[in-house]
């Protein structure tokens, strides 16, 4: 089993920064986890990726609204993945959501994650 914690979350101004962690905890070796990802879900929407990274491989991905704002990394001596989030813009305004995907992929599809953590709420103000 594995489980997620985020924090970071809050309220900024558009054009603001904040970083967003993910603790994870439990079976956290490289054999049950393949990719840490982050998504998002705003009101009346569907959730959405917004990036991922290997476990033990130097992989990233972003979707492309993210590009060139966001930078995932991780610690993995602290099991912790952290989004950097710089130019935010009220867009962004979300519950963003850290999860574990445990097989070899893209890493970009929600169908690939299966443990999920409670959610960190992200305001952006204009």
């Known amino acids: 089993q594995v489980n997620l914690v985020e924090s970071g979350g809050g309220l900024v101004q558009a054009g603001g920064s904040l970083r967003l962690s993910c603790a994870v905890s439990g079976r956290t070796s490289s054999s049950y986890v393949y990719y840490v990802g982050w998504f998002r879900q705003a009101p009346g929407k569907e959730r959405e990726f917004v990036a991922a990274i290997g476990w033990s491989r130097d992989t990233t991905a972003y979707a492309d609204s993210v590009k060139g704002r966001f930078t995932i990394s991780r610690d993995n001596a602290k099991n912790t993945v952290y989004l950097q989030m710089n130019n935010l813009k009220p867009e962004d305004t979300a519950v963003y959501y850290c999860?574990?995907?445990?097989?070899?992929?893209?890493?970009?599809?929600?169908?690939?994650?299966?443990?999920w953590g409670q959610g960190t709420q992200v305001t952006v103000s204009s």
């Open positions: 999860a574990r995907d445990p097989t070899p992929g893209l890493g970009m599809r929600t169908l690939e994650y299966d443990s």
